[in-house]
Antibody
Framework: EGLLVQSEGGLVQPGGSLRLSCAASTPTFTHDWMTWVRQAPGKGLEWVAKINPLGTGEYYVDSVRGRFTISRDNAREILYLQMNSLTDEDTGLYYCVTDAWWSFVYWGQGSLVTVSS | VISQSPLSLPVTLGQPASVSCRSS???????????LSWFHQRPGQSPRRLIY???KRDSGVPDRFSGSGSGTDFTLKISRVEADDVGVYYC????????FGQGTNLEIK
C-alpha cells in the first residue's frame, strides 16, 4: 500500500452526495497542507480544494465552492472531501495529494466518482 | 494560462525528447522562487512528480530527466527516451491556483 490510501468512491445520482476519505501514513501529515485533485475521464488534471495543516483554512476552485467541503482529522490522519449537489461534470478520478511548497509530492491511488442517473 | 506543446510526442527509443510549458505571465513568486513542477502519469496510474521549482529533480527520478527555464518559458527534457517513459507529462504552476498544462502524450514510435 502507498502513503495515501483512498476510499473507493462510488456511483451517485445527480444532486446526490458522496464523501471521500484518504488515510495518510506520510511522515508529516499533521504539518502538511493537503489537496484534492481530480481528472475527468480522458482529460487532464484539475486542482479542486486544499486545507491547511490545522484544518482552519480551506480553499476551493470556483466550480465546487459551496458544494464541496474539505476537512481533516489529524488525530486519525485522515483527509476528507464531502461532495454535495453533484452533477455529471463532477464525474472523474479524485486524487488525495500532499501539498508542499506549491507542489504535489505524494499522490493517492485515486477514487472514482461517477455521477449518473 | 499555461500552454504545453506539443500535445502529442512520438519518440524513438534512445532519442531525446522535449516538452515546452509557457505561461501568459511570469511565474516568479514574490519570494523570488518559481514554483513550476513537472509530473508524469503512466496509463492507469496516479501522477508522479519528477521536477519541482523548475529544475529540482525528485528522489529516484533518473538524471535523464531535467527541467529548465525562467519567467514564462519552461522545458522538460529527456536525454534518452526509454520504454518506461510513455504516458502523459504535465507542467503545473502553484501559487496562482495550481494551474496544469493540457498534458503531452509521449509515445514510442
Amino acid at each position: 500500500e502507498g502513503l495515501l490510501v483512498q476510499s473507493e468512491g462510488g456511483l451517485v445520482q445527480p444532486g446526490g452526495s458522496l464523501r471521500l476519505s484518504c488515510a495518510a501514513s506520510t511522515p508529516t501529515f499533521t504539518h502538511d497542507w493537503m489537496t484534492w485533485v481530480r481528472q475527468a475521464p480522458g482529460k487532464g488534471l484539475e486542482w479542486v480544494a486544499k486545507i491547511n495543516p490545522l484544518g482552519t483554512g480551506e480553499y476551493y476552485v470556483d466550480s465546487v465552492r459551496g458544494r464541496f467541503t474539505i476537512s481533516r482529522d489529524n488525530a486519525r490522519e485522515i483527509l476528507y472531501l464531502q461532495m454535495n449537489s453533484l452533477t455529471d461534470e463532477d464525474t472523474g478520478l479524485y486524487y488525495c495529494v500532499t501539498d508542499a511548497w506549491w507542489s504535489f509530492v505524494y499522490w493517492g491511488q485515486g477514487s472514482l466518482v461517477t455521477v449518473s442517473s | 494560462v499555461i500552454s504545453q506543446s506539443p500535445l502529442s510526442l512520438p519518440v524513438t527509443l534512445g532519442q531525446p525528447a522535449s516538452v515546452s510549458c509557457r505561461s501568459s505571465q511570469s511565474l516568479v513568486h514574490s519570494d523570488g522562487n518559481t514554483y513550476l513542477s513537472w509530473f508524469h502519469q503512466r496509463p492507469g496510474q496516479s501522477p508522479r512528480r519528477l521536477i519541482y521549482q523548475v529544475s529540482k529533480r525528485d528522489s529516484g527520478v533518473p538524471d535523464r530527466f531535467s527541467g529548465s527555464g525562467s519567467g514564462t518559458d519552461f522545458t522538460l527534457k529527456i536525454s534518452r527516451v526509454e520504454a518506461d517513459d510513455v504516458g502523459v507529462y504535465y507542467c503545473m504552476e502553484g501559487p496562482r491556483g495550481y494551474i496544469f498544462g493540457q498534458g503531452t502524450n509521449l509515445e514510442i514510435k
